[in-house]
C-alpha cells in the first residue's frame, strides 16, 4: 500500500502535512465518524489522510459543544464531546494517519487509471485510490446575532469551545434550541449568573432539558424577548433586552452566547457529481457508495430509506463504507477483515 507522511494528530493541533498527498483512502470531514473511518482504515492497512475546512480535528463538537455530555454512545454512560474525540484521535493516531487540516476539499477528477485527484483550498493535491465523505452537515455558519456583532471576540461568542472566560462571569445565552439549553446547564456552576433570552414562548430543545432549565433557581428566563443590543467598551458590559410587550430591560454582562443555530451547506462538493436528496445529503446505497465510483459516504452527510442521524449509527457507517473502499482498491480483498480481537497489536 502506499505510504502516509505523519502530522500532529492532537485536538488543538493543525496538521504539519504540506504539499501533495498520495494514500489509500482520504477522509473528507474530520469529525467523530471521520476519526473513526481513520483507525478502520488503518487497521485495514491503507494508508489514510483526513481534510478538514476546520482547524482542529472534531468537526461540530469541538467546535459547538465540546462539554456537552453526550449519552448515546455505545459503552460510555456518558462522555464528554472532548473526551470522544480525543479517545477517537488516540484510536486513529497507532496508524498515524495525515491530517490536512484548515484547507478544504474543493475540486474533483478522476484520473485515467480510476485514482480520484482531490483539489484543495491551499493549491495542493491529494491522490486517492478511493474517498470517503465523513461531512457531517457540510460547511456550517452560525445565525449572526442581528444586534452587537462588533462585539464578536470581545464577550459575544457563538459557540463555547472553551469555558475557562465564563468563570465568574455574567453570561446571556440567547436562544431556543439545545446548544442554547445545553449551554445554560454547563455553565451554570461556574458563572456569576446566566440568563437565557429566546424570542418565543415554545422551546425546539429536548423538553427534558428544557424543564431542567424553567425550574432551575439559578437561571433565569425571558421568553417572548430578544437582544436589541450590546453596550460596553472593550467589551460587553450590558446586554439591552426588548420583550413583546414593549417593555425593555437592562442586563449587566460580560459575556453573551448567539446560539441561533447556523446555516449549512455542502460547498464546493456540489460541483462532484453526486446524487443528492433534498439538495443536503448524499445518497448511498447500502455499502455506503455514491454514485461516483470509487466515492463513498457515512455519517450525517448521507441519506437513504431508514437513516438515523446518530454518532452511533455514523460509526457502523464508515466502518461499512471503508471495507467496501478496500475491496474497491483491491477486488481479491476480503470484505470482512476479521474481527479486532484476532488481529495482533
Same mark, same amino acid.
Given at each position: 500500500?502506499?505510504?502516509? %507522511? =505523519? ?7 493543525? %496538521? ?12 473528507? +470531514? ?10 478502520? *482504515?488503518?487497521?485495514? +492497512?491503507?494508508?489514510?489522510? @483526513? ?21 448515546? /454512545?455505545? +459503552? ?8 470522544? $474525540? ?17 484547507? =478544504? ?5 478522476? %484520473? ?5 485527484? $482531490? ?5 495542493? /493535491?491529494? #491522490? *486517492? ?21 462588533? !462585539? ?21 445565552? $440567547? ?5 442554547? $439549553? ?54 460587553? =458590559?450590558?446586554?439591552?433586552? =426588548? ?6 430591560? @437592562? ?21 462532484? +457529481?453526486?446524487?443528492?436528496? #433534498? ?12 454514485? @461516483?465510483?470509487?466515492?463513498? %459516504? ?16 455514523? !460509526? ?19 470484505? !470482512? ?9
Amino acid at each position: 500500500m502506499t505510504g502516509a %507522511s =505523519e502530522a500532529t494528530g492532537d485536538v488543538t493541533g493543525a %496538521s504539519e502535512a504540506t504539499g501533495d498527498t498520495t494514500v489509500d483512502i482520504l477522509i473528507i +470531514g474530520a469529525g467523530p465518524v471521520g476519526l473513526f473511518g481513520a483507525y478502520y *482504515a488503518g487497521a485495514r +492497512g491503507l494508508s489514510v489522510a @483526513v481534510v478538514d475546512s476546520l482547524s482542529q480535528l472534531g468537526g461540530q463538537i469541538t467546535a459547538m459543544y465540546p462539554e456537552k455530555e453526550i449519552y448515546d /454512545i455505545a +459503552g460510555f454512560p456518558a462522555v464528554t464531546g472532548r473526551r470522544l $474525540v480525543a479517545d477517537l484521535v488516540e484510536q486513529a493516531g497507532q496508524y498515524h494517519p495525515t491530517y490536512l487540516l484548515g484547507r =478544504e476539499a474543493q475540486t474533483h477528477e478522476t %484520473s485515467a487509471d480510476g485514482r480520484h485527484l $482531490v483539489g484543495l483550498s491551499d493549491g495542493s /493535491i491529494v #491522490d *486517492a485510490g478511493a474517498v470517503v465523505i465523513t461531512g457531517g452537515i457540510g460547511t456550517f455558519t452560525p445565525r449572526p446575532l442581528p444586534a452587537g456583532e462588533e !462585539f464578536l471576540g470581545r464577550g459575544l461568542d457563538y459557540f463555547v469551545p472553551d469555558s475557562t472566560p465564563f468563570h465568574d462571569a455574567n453570561v446571556v445565552v $440567547v436562544g431556543g434550541g439545545d446548544s442554547a $439549553v445545553d449551554w445554560c446547564l454547563m455553565l451554570t456552576p461556574i458563572a456569576r449568573s446566566v440568563t437565557l433570552v429566546h424570542r418565543r414562548d415554545k422551546f425546539r430543545a429536548h423538553q427534558a432539558s428544557v424543564d431542567k432549565v424553567l425550574t432551575h433557581p439559578e437561571i433565569s428566563v425571558m421568553i417572548n424577548a430578544q437582544v436589541a443590543g450590546l453596550e460596553g467598551g472593550g467589551g460587553i =458590559e450590558k446586554a439591552v433586552v =426588548e420583550t413583546k410587550g414593549g417593555g425593555t430591560t @437592562v442586563l449587566e454582562c460580560e459575556r453573551v452566547v448567539a446560539a441561533l443555530g447556523f446555516t449549512a451547506n455542502l460547498g464546493p462538493l456540489r460541483d462532484w +457529481g453526486l446524487a443528492l436528496h #433534498d439538495n443536503r445529503h448524499l445518497v448511498v446505497d447500502s455499502a455506503m457508495r455514491t454514485n @461516483v465510483p470509487g466515492v463513498f %459516504s457515512a455519517g450525517d452527510i448521507t441519506d437513504y430509506d431508514g437513516k438515523v442521524r446518530l454518532i452511533a449509527v455514523g !460509526f457502523g457507517e464508515v466502518a461499512t463504507a471503508v471495507n467496501n473502499a478496500a475491496v474497491h482498491l483491491d477486488p481479491d480483498a476480503m470484505l !470482512f477483515p476479521g474481527h479486532s480481537t484476532d488481529n495482533p497489536h
